[in-house]
């Protein structure tokens, strides 16, 4: 399966990239980085396959609790994202269950519409509402 250029996420299409110039120390091992000042998502080109994806899920995780100021812990985030990768591994058919929907049925939730007024993506504006901007996440 061919690794997906963007991942849309609450109306924001977050570039994935395979890159190692977001690490900072090239002697730390970063696997991948969550960038909310461009909002993109990158990878860490030395990563094998399995961690490539389960970093993959992992930094979507971090931009879903920036997202929704969910003020995850990164313990908190480092969780929830192997379990979400495990559930996903452990029942492969599960995803073609959960976007197999009746073609007159609408796809969007309604989770979908009412996040639109919670999404702050505008990161001066959330500045100015007393919120600081999300810092980058740099994850091991
Ligand atoms: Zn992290």
């Excluded at 997906?4 to 002697?27: A, C, F, T, W």
Aim: charged fraction near 25%.
């Amino acid at each position: 399966m061919n690794r997906p250029e963007h991942i849309r996420l609450l109306g924001v299409s977050i570039p994935l990239i395979v890159s190692s110039s977001k690490s900072v120390d090239p002697e730390e091992e970063v696997y991948g980085v969550w960038d909310p000042n461009d909002m993109s998502i990158t990878i860490n080109p030395e990563c094998e396959p399995v961690q490539e994806r389960v970093t993959v899920m992992h930094e979507l995780v971090h931009a879903i609790d920036d997202f929704l100021y969910l003020e995850m812990t990164h313990q908190e985030v480092y969780i929830l994202s192997q379990v979400l990768y495990q559930v996903l591994i452990d029942n492969p058919q599960l995803t073609d269950y959960l976007m197999f929907v009746p073609a007159s049925t609408p796809k969007k939730t309604s989770f979908a519409s009412s996040v639109a007024s919670v999404r702050q993506t505008d990161w001066e504006a959330t500045k100015a509402k007393g919120r600081p901007k999300p810092p980058t996440k740099r994850c091991r």
